[in-house]
């Protein structure tokens, strides 16, 4: 079984923890915008001194009364985010005054126009080519009139000094995620990508940078001095990487069941893992052109070509020194499941690795599946 420190708390326990944390901010006056992905410019929610938090949903509970009003075959990361919008029984987005919302996949970009009745929401149009003619030119063009959203919404500027000041402050956050991820490179890894995963995307529930990278950094103390070096005679626990999508409505069934069955899952090709931290925004230039370029960059499936997600992953798999992939693929999700196709071949043909695709939804009725599965993959890779 996976060993965890007594006093590990599991990621919706620090999830709670956050509700006080947000309450608390609101009676201070401060405002709040939901988010739901990694293309979403938080420096210009900062730059109004207002705060931003992830609204993605990974929970099976609140599927069923979105289905009311959903397709049942959309992907249950969109079903569950909404249905927990419509049954009022997520805080983060009560405490939402507004939502922050983009174009990525179709079943994201039509549920935000049934989200945009009940909150005031702003979809940002995201080039769906990362070199398309002009979708540099079109996506800084979004950022400007996000800003005019945000300053309309809450009756104050976005100076460039602000701007300028929440650019610096988020790439340290980066940076302190950054030496997080690099603590799974040493072998073997100290830390579970369980815990490790947790206490990531636990960041989206603190509210002050200063805050985040102080946890940040006692983490990373934390788990160096956890650290033992290798038994040169001891077997190997096989390291995996995960990729994707977003992991966290199956975070029990697939990352914490492979690692109780033996293995490390130690690299993250997916929006908890360092390809959406790994570029800065560059703190020189014109901030609006700035949060273009890095954004833009974001290598996700929603993207044709996405050419760069492979050449990150080749960079990963080595520098983690990973030895087979697990791709997770959520019903529904065409542009993962299309590029599957693509991520089996690049895995097994160029790199020669083990692949396992694994279809899911976020209900427990498949865990026991997924587990047999698991452990025959696990089998292939002793
Ligand atoms: S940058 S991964 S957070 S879009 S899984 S809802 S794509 S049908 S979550 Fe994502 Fe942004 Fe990309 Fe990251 Fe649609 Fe697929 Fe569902 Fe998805």
């Known amino acids: 079984m996976l060993n965890l420190p007594a006093e590990f708390e599991t990621f919706n326990e620090l999830k709670k923890k956050g509700f006080i944390e947000i309450k608390e ?139 300028r000041q929440a650019i610096i402050d988020r790439n340290r956050v980066r940076k302190a995620l950054l030496q997080l991820y690099e603590i799974a490179a040493l072998v073997p890894s100290p830390v579970s990508g369980y815990e490790l995963s947790s206490v990531v995307e636990s960041t989206d529930f603190h509210f002050t940078d200063d805050d985040v990278v102080e946890g940040l950094n006692q983490k990373i103390e934390e788990y160096l001095a956890r650290y033992v070096a290798p038994n040169p005679d001891a077997k190997r626990r096989p390291r995996l990487m995960i990729t994707g999508c977003p992991i966290g409505g199956c975070r029990e069934k697939i990352l914490k069941a492979v690692e109780d069955l033996g293995a490390d899952v130690v690299a993250f090709d997916s929006c908890s893992g360092p390809r959406t931290q790994k570029v800065l925004v560059d703190e020189t230039i014109d901030p609006y052109q700035a949060l273009a370029e890095k954004y833009l960059l974001i290598n996700c499936s929603v993207m044709s070509p996405n050419q760069g997600r492979f050449e990150d992953m080749k960079e ?66 002793q």
Not at 345 to 357: A, G, R, S, W
């Open 316 to 381: 990963m798999l080595k520098h983690y020194q990973v030895d087979g992939v697990i791709e997770l693929i959520l019903h529904g999700c065409h542009t993962f499941a299309v590029e599957a196709y693509y991520t089996k071949k690049f895995v097994t043909e160029t790199m020669e690795l083990p692949y396992i695709c694994i279809d899911a939804d976020f209900s427990t009725s498949d865990a026991g599946q997924i587990r047999t599965r698991l452990e025959a993959f696990l089998e292939i890779l």
């Open 25 to 163: 901010e609101k009676d201070k006056g401060k405002n709040v915008v939901g988010i739901f992905c990694s293309y979403t410019p938080v420096e210009l929610i900062m730059a109004i001194d207002a705060h931003f938090v992830s609204l993605c949903g990974g929970d099976d509970a609140s599927i069923a009364a979105a289905e009311k009003f959903l397709p049942k075959t959309l992907c249950p990361l969109i079903k569950s985010s909404y249905g927990l919008a419509i049954t009022d029984s997520c805080p983060y987005f009560y405490f939402s005054d507004a939502i922050l919302a983009e174009t990525t996949c179709d079943g994201k970009k039509k549920m935000y126009e049934l989200l945009g009745e009940i909150k005031p929401t702003h979809v940002m149009h995201l080039p769906q080519s990362q070199t398309a003619p002009l979708a540099i030119e079109s996506w800084t063009e979004e950022m400007k009139q996000t800003a005019t959203f945000l300053e309309q919404q809450f009756g104050r500027p976005i100076t460039t000094e602000s701007l």
